[in-house]
């Protein structure tokens, strides 16, 4: 098994930035591929943004590029996500996600979730 444990959310107001953390423990040769997903009230759950180790390769939902970035290190299994110009739309509960395969599989379904960590933008 994979636990996931986020940190890093808060209050902020917009325009300000803010630094979600991701750590795997358990058998993280399972995360091959870690990322972010965000759920708003009322909404479903979306991608964020996700990095694949091996591969080097990164991905994000049209909502972030050009404001978060995300980084990872395969050794120690950590995935962050920096997100900057914060707007009161990316209020949500933010979950971290990890996957065995690929940048694809975990958008679409990841094996593993974190609890999640809620970050609100305030206007």
């Known amino acids: 098994q994979v636990q996931l444990v986020e940190s890093g959310g808060g209050l902020v107001q917009t325009g300000d930035s803010l630094r979600l953390a991701c750590a795997a423990s358990?058998?993280?040769?399972?995360?091959?591929?870690m990322g972010w997903f965000r759920q708003a009230p009322g909404k479903e759950r979306e991608f964020v943004a996700a990095i694949h180790f091996s591969g080097g390769g990164t991905d994000y939902a049209d909502s972030g590029k050009g404001r978060f970035t995300i980084s990872g290190d395969n050794a120690k299994k950590t995935v962050s996500l920096q997100m900057n110009s914060l707007k009161p739309e990316d209020t949500a509960v933010y979950y971290c996600?990890?996957?065995?395969?690929?940048?694809?599989?975990?958008?679409?379904?990841?094996?593993?979730w974190g609890q999640g960590t809620q970050v609100t933008v305030s206007s």
């Open positions: 358990g058998r993280t040769d399972n995360c091959e591929v």
């Open positions: 996600a990890a996957d065995p395969e690929t940048l694809a599989a975990l958008q679409a379904d990841p094996d593993y």
